[in-house]
Nanobody, 121 residues
């Protein structure tokens, strides 16, 4: 089985920084796009930032310039550096990865359980 485990969430003051980490484990032959989405209460899950295995970025306008996604393929990990945090960034942040678990298994999208980020005024 493929699992994505996030860490690094917490409570931070506006203007502060956090770094989220996500590690994929289990059966992984190939890792494709990895990144982050978030969901605030009462709102739909939305893109934060993703990074393909080839280095192509897809960033949300609301976080562009403040958040940076990176990955370490050797560790099957993806990170989100969040700077200049705003109260509107408060949400559960979910790790996302497209994985091919094995040669007989198709590519599939996987999600972590989420980590809470709360930004106070």
């Amino acid at each position: 089985q493929v699992q994505l485990v996030e860490s690094g969430g917490g409570l931070v003051q506006a203007g502060g920084s956090l770094r989220l980490s996500c590690v994929a484990s289990g059966s992984i032959v190939y890792l494709g796009t990895m990144g982050w989405y978030r969901q605030a209460p009462g709102k739909q899950r939305e893109l934060v930032a993703t990074l393909t295995s080839g280095g192509t970025r897809n960033d949300a306008d609301s976080t562009k310039g403040r958040f940076t996604v990176s990955r370490d393929n050797a560790k099957n990990a993806v990170y989100l550096q969040m700077n200049s945090l705003k109260p509107e960034d408060t949400a559960v942040y979910y790790c996302y990865a497209v994985v091919k678990p094995g040669p007989m298994t198709p590519w599939s999208a996987y999600w972590g359980q989420g980590t809470q980020v709360t930004v106070s005024s």
